[in-house]
C-alpha cells in the first residue's frame, strides 16, 4: 500500500465535510471544540500514518486546503541472471 502525508490549511477550511466522503482511509474528521480563524471546524487528520496519498481529499476540497504528498516507490532489485 501506498504511503502518503497529508497537510491540511485549516484556517482556509470551510468544513464542508466534503474530503470525508471520499478518504478511502478514513482518517479525516471536523475538529471537535475549536475554530478557525473564520469561525468554522476545520478538518483534522486522525491517523497520519494511515494516510495512502491519493489526493481525493484535495480533488474533491473546494477551498483547495489540502497538499499531499506520496512516497516515492522504490525501483525493484534487478533479478540476478542465472
Known sequence: MAKGMV?????????CGLCM????AHILQLADG???????????VTD???CT?????ATICPDVVF???RQKRQ???????A
Do not use: H, L
Not at 497537510?7 to 468544513?15: F, Q
Not at 466522503?21 to 478511502?24: E, M, S
Not at 525501483?75 to 541472471?81: D, I, R, Y
Open 7 to 15: 497537510i491540511v490549511d485549516e484556517d482556509r477550511c470551510k468544513g
Open 21 to 24: 466522503t471520499v478518504c478511502p
Open 34 to 44: 475549536r475554530f478557525n480563524a473564520k469561525g468554522y471546524w476545520p478538518i483534522q
Open 48 to 50: 497520519p500514518p494511515a
Open 53 to 57: 496519498g491519493c489526493a481525493s481529499c
Open 67 to 69: 497538499t499531499v504528498y
Open 75 to 81: 525501483p525493484k532489485p534487478a533479478a540476478a541472471p
